[in-house]
């Protein structure tokens, strides 16, 4: 199983970013999907969740309301919306998969990783 994420880049504090994975060698329909991201000198964080029929999503802390994911089966992809970007929201963002929910919210638990995608907001 190999994980794509793309759509990074350099924005501007108060714009928006729409990242994306996409998945190969399965189909994830069965897969729970997430992003971590990991800020220059830190550790790897879990950011938002979602389970494999989409019905059920989970944010990290006082993220909800700026970052909504989404998945489309058919299409074996995976996307992250984030809107007012902030300064803080710089590091690179990994994709997941993972076979059950318990484990994609654990950064060490998680079955299958991306490469990332680099996120830079300027001030």
């Known amino acids: 199983v190999q994980l794509q994420a793309f759509g990074g880049g350099l924005v501007q504090a108060g714009g928006s970013l729409r990242l994306s994975c996409v998945v190969s060698?399965?189909?994830?329909?069965?897969?729970?999907m997430g992003w971590f991201r990991q800020a220059p000198g830190k550790e790897r964080d879990f950011v938002s969740a979602?389970?494999?029929?989409?019905?059920?999503?989970h944010y990290g802390d006082s993220l909800r309301g700026r970052f909504t994911i989404s998945r489309d089966n058919a299409k074996n992809t995976m996307s992250l919306q984030i809107k007012k970007l902030k300064p803080e929201d710089t590091a690179v963002y990994y994709c997941?998969?993972?076979?059950?929910?318990?484990?994609?919210?654990?950064?060490?638990?998680?079955?299958?990783w991306g490469q990332g995608t680099e996120v830079t907001v300027s001030s």
């Open positions: 060698g399965r189909t994830i329909s069965k897969l729970h």
């Open positions: 997941a998969a993972a076979d059950s929910w318990e484990k994609i919210l654990i950064m060490t638990q998680v079955d299958y």
């Open positions: 979602i389970s494999w029929s989409g019905a059920t999503t």
